[in-house]
């Protein structure tokens, strides 16, 4: 029989033992079970056991354990740490994941480590060790925080399968319905319930939302865009002047822009489609605009209130515009718009007149980022990883041709499936080939993320990782399905003999496994 945690099974009283303390409490959007309260009294009565007073809480409620940039308490902490604020000696924690579950681990370890240089020490209440500094401490204290990251990030897999799950039956999610729409709330048998205004959500887990048509006068008045749009040929700046002249608003009780025009002319939630993953911003790292073979769609998912025709019309005229001008003549626009505004952003672009959309950019250019370097912008985010990411998708091709070549070589039989790319060699087995990209930490450690095509179910996946300049190949890893499960692995420059079992220099090697080893008959 096990019985509960207590505290006091792993206290040690020492008579030098700081006098006052500070609690840090977090409520994560995910564990909402650990209340800042339940997480308080925990920490109090492991309080009473040592002998401390509480004298100043730090409190983030909701907020997600991920980073530090939205957690207002921990970084007044850190900040009341660093500049001598601290009128403490020791800080009380419930334990590892409530002080967050960061991606780096060594991030975790760093905001430790600048309240330990102050002199003040951080004690997780509810851990069976004590943070004493000692190696068997490290080393647990370790493994936790890459636990709590693991979690994390195994959560995001699974939640973003369900969403995009929940895209394909036609269920909306999330954001605003946008003018001339509406959210309705419906049951799991897609029974109307109710229509959420703005700002409400659903509260139950077994709810959806849809869009629905909104009122007449916003279905009229967005049918009436696209005919002042298509039939009369008004520029978007035009007929918001006109929507605005009128007194309407939109749906945000805001007036009309040019870049909100454009954003009804070329929403297809208008003509009833589901568009879901054209910008991820997973685990609150990067923003990344995805190319369309990413997105998730469902098609007629809602009823249409734009005739599809006037959609497609709508798009052709907002794509052919841009081909008028040169490449030079958009250069020179957007040269312009940069020394007018001292910086520029896709939105900057929509909302600016007598310019192309930044849609139009990035397909004339290859990206935004591309059209941004032409004119001399630096953006301060670095968008270098789209960049790498087309390259090595202009790569996969060289590596699977490469792959083929060399099992053929061997002397094995192979065949490539002309849409999947998976290859079947020696009618024994399937291989899928991926590419993992290399990426540098900010501690200046190489990490590669590799997505298995678990849709495929090839019985090897041919994994091959890149230099640190993504341009040459380091290595690769040859990963069998019964061994490796998930949807993707997350790989360091040294794996431990579990994974680097799996290594080879070269992808060559993958053909020399491939090949056919004569047996004499046995009588």
């Known amino acids: 029989m096990t019985r509960d945690f207590d505290a006091s099974d792993h206290v040690t009283r020492v008579p030098d033992v700081p006098s006052r303390a500070a609690q840090y409490v977090r409520m994560s959007t995910d564990h ?23 004298v100043r809480t730090y409190a983030d409620e909701g907020k997600s354990g991920l980073n530090i940039d939205s957690r207002g308490a921990l970084k007044r902490l850190i900040d009341d740490v660093q500049n001598g604020r601290a009128d403490f000696e020791m800080i009380l924690v419930y334990d590892i994941s409530r002080w967050g579950r960061f991606q780096d681990a060594d991030e975790g370890a760093y905001y430790e480590y600048i309240c330990r240089r102050a002199g003040i020490a951080v004690e997780y209440c509810a851990e069976q060790f004590r943070n004493d500094g000692s190696v068997a401490s490290t080393i647990v204290k370790t493994v936790k925080r890459a636990m709590a990251g693991e979690y994390s990030r195994e959560l995001s897999v699974k ?3 369900g969403q995009c799950r929940l895209v394909e039956l036609g269920y909306r999610q999330g954001g605003t319905a946008g003018f001339g729409l509406r959210r309705l709330l419906v049951d799991s048998a897609r029974r109307p319930k109710a229509e ?3 700002g409400e959500h659903k509260s139950l887990q077994t709810d959806r939302v849809v869009l629905v048509p909104g009122p007449d006068r916003e279905v009229e008045l967005v049918q009436r865009i696209y005919r002042m749009f298509v039939l009369q040929g008004k520029r978007e700046p035009e007929i918001a002047a006109a929507l605005n002249a009128e007194g309407h608003l939109t749906d945000l009780g805001r007036p009309w822009t040019r870049g909100t025009v454009h954003q009804v002319l070329t929403a297809e939630k208008y003509i009833g489609n589901n568009v879901y993953n054209r910008i991820s911003f997973k685990l609150k790292k990067r923003r990344i605009v ?5 997105w998730i769609r469902a ?11 006037f959609f497609d019309a709508a798009r052709r005229i907002i794509s052919d515009r841009s081909k008028r001008l040169t490449d030079d003549q958009m250069l020179e626009r957007l040269r312009r718009l940069f020394g007018d505004r001292g910086w520029i952003s896709g939105l900057v672009i929509d909302e600016s007149e007598d310019m192309p959309s930044s849609s139009a950019y990035a397909t004339r250019f290859g990206s935004l980022l591309r059209a941004y370097q ?37 002397g094995g039989a192979v065949c490539c499936d002309p849409i999947s790319d998976v290859l079947a060699v020696n009618d024994e087995f399937t291989a899928s080939v991926v590419i993992a990209r290399c990426r540098e930490t900010e501690g200046g450690s190489l990490r590669w993320k590799i997505r298995l095509d678990v849709g495929l179910r090839p019985d090897i996946t041919l994994a091959v990782r890149m230099e640190p300049d993504n341009q040459q190949v380091r290595d690769c890893y040859l990963l069998p399905r019964i061994d490796v499960l998930g949807r993707q692995l997350r790989l360091a420059e040294d794996n431990g003999l ?7 220099d070269c992808v060559e090697a993958f053909g020399r496994i491939c090949a056919r080893a004569p047996m004499r008959a046995v009588a």
Not at 33 to 50: D, G, M, R
Not at 299 to 308: L, M
Not at 498 to 504: K, P, Q
Request: a negative charge.
């Open 290 to 294: 995805n190319e369309a073979d990413q």
């Open 299 to 309: 098609d007629g998912a809602y009823d249409a209130i734009v005739d599809p025709d």
């Open 196 to 198: 959420l205004a703005i």
């Open 374 to 410: 032409l004119v001399g912008f630096s953006p301060s985010r670095d968008y270098r990883y789209i960049e790498i990411n087309r390259a090595l998708r202009r790569l996969h091709p060289d590596i699977v041709r490469g792959t083929i070549a060399a099992i053929e070589e061997s």
């Open 32 to 54: 909402q079970q650990y209340s800042t309260e339940n997480q308080a009294t925990a920490i109090e009565k492991h309080a009473k056991q040592i002998g401390v007073e509480i």
């Open 159 to 161: 939640v973003f399968a």
């Open 498 to 504: 579990h994974l680097d079992a799996y290594r080879f």
